[in-house]
């Protein structure tokens, strides 16, 4: 199995598509159909079930599917232990992380890491978590960075902060004037104000008929959502279901409907228009966000050098990009 048969048969499966995946490896899609074929005579089975579109895996395509992943894992561990003595004058870190997190807290680790190390290539995978630990046991990626509770005797697991969630309440919602006592502003949970630590926590029961705005499931922010609706007993009534918190606060300031949003999000988020927030009385409220790693796997100079920059600008508080 060579590279060029790795990178060729894996593009395809990325792209479903001969023709899609011809026009990314810049050949023509007669040579790149060829080259499948080629492929196919040596392995001795069918690969790619031409029949369907987008095209699809025979059982022996799986089966070759992951062995070029793990052999793929293998070439770029070789790669970046050449590249660790050269000192990073080259080589690749591969992070991975959910939209949310990669669009407003990797920014500034990130930046700095480049800043020291401009020739290192980085790529971020944004999925949802259970893709990212998909990677992270695949080779694929170096270092998953995701929220939740992870037991599995697969991964290394760093607690690298925690973060609360807050229901979060357009202005205009009468319940706002009802719960006077119980609201918290952005400013507040930004500021970490004497009022953030004095406010009361809110019951659910107050907002058992309000619409919810609520997150696709593969989130953990979905799973801890659930957790404290059903701890409430509360069926809630759903006016819209996305994995976008951007879209989730956009909906929310509309006056759609209610939802839970983390305060990493309210710090980190660039979010230049707020609702008001209720501190909930639940122990599902609280989250760990992690630095997730495959154990007995090397890890790069790069991943551990960007492992470091993280953790300084944490501890130091100033992670935060804007």
């Known amino acids: 199995m060579t590279e060029q048969q790795i990178l060729y048969f894996l ?11 011809a026009k990314k490896l810049y050949v023509t899609q007669p040579s790149f159909s060829q080259f499948i074929m080629k492929l196919e005579g040596q392995v001795g089975a069918k690969l790619i079930d031409r029949s369907s579109s987008p095209v699809k895996l025979t059982a022996a395509g799986e089966a070759y599917h992951q062995a070029a992943l793990q052999t793929k894992a293998i070439f770029d561990n070789l790669k970046n232990r050449i590249s660790d003595l050269e ?40 999925g949802t978590v259970e893709e990212v630990l998909s990677g992270v046991q695949s080779g ?17 697991v760093e607690v690298l902060s925690r973060e609360k969630l807050y229901l979060a ?3 205009e919602n009468p319940v706002t004037e009802r719960l006077q006592d ?31 705005l609520l997150f696709e499931q593969g989130e953990n922010i979905s799973r801890l959502s659930a957790k404290l609706l059903a701890e409430a007993n509360i069926q809630p009534s759903i006016s819209l279901r996305t994995r976008n918190l951007h879209t989730v606060m956009s909906f929310i300031l509309a006056g759609m409907g ?10 980190y988020g660039n979010i230049k228009q707020h609702p008001f927030y209720y501190s909930i009385n639940s122990r599902f409220v609280e989250n760990d966000i992690c630095l997730i790693k495959r154990k007995n796997r090397y890890l790069t100079k790069a991943a551990m050098m960007y492992s470091q920059i993280l953790k300084e600008l944490i501890s130091n508080g100033t992670w935060r990009v804007y």
Do not use: N, W
């Open 258 to 267: 209610i939802s839970f949003i983390p305060d990493s999000f309210i710090k």
């Open 87 to 126: 000192d990073l004058k080259y080589g690749t870190l591969r992070i991975g992380t959910t939209p949310f997190r990669g669009s407003t807290l990797l920014s500034k680790s990130v930046v700095q890491f480049h800043q020291e190390f401009p020739s290192v290539e980085i790529s971020i995978f944004e």
């Open 169 to 171: 309440v357009p202005e």
């Open 182 to 212: 119980f609201r918290i502003t952005a400013d507040d949970i930004l500021h970490d104000s004497l009022r953030l630590l004095k406010a009361p926590d809110c019951s659910m029961d107050e907002f058992r008929t309000e619409s919810f």
């Open 140 to 156: 694929e990626i170096d270092l998953g960075i995701a929220s939740g509770a992870f037991d599995d005797p697969l991964y290394h």
């Open 11 to 21: 593009t395809l499966v990325d792209e479903r598509s001969f023709s899609k995946a």
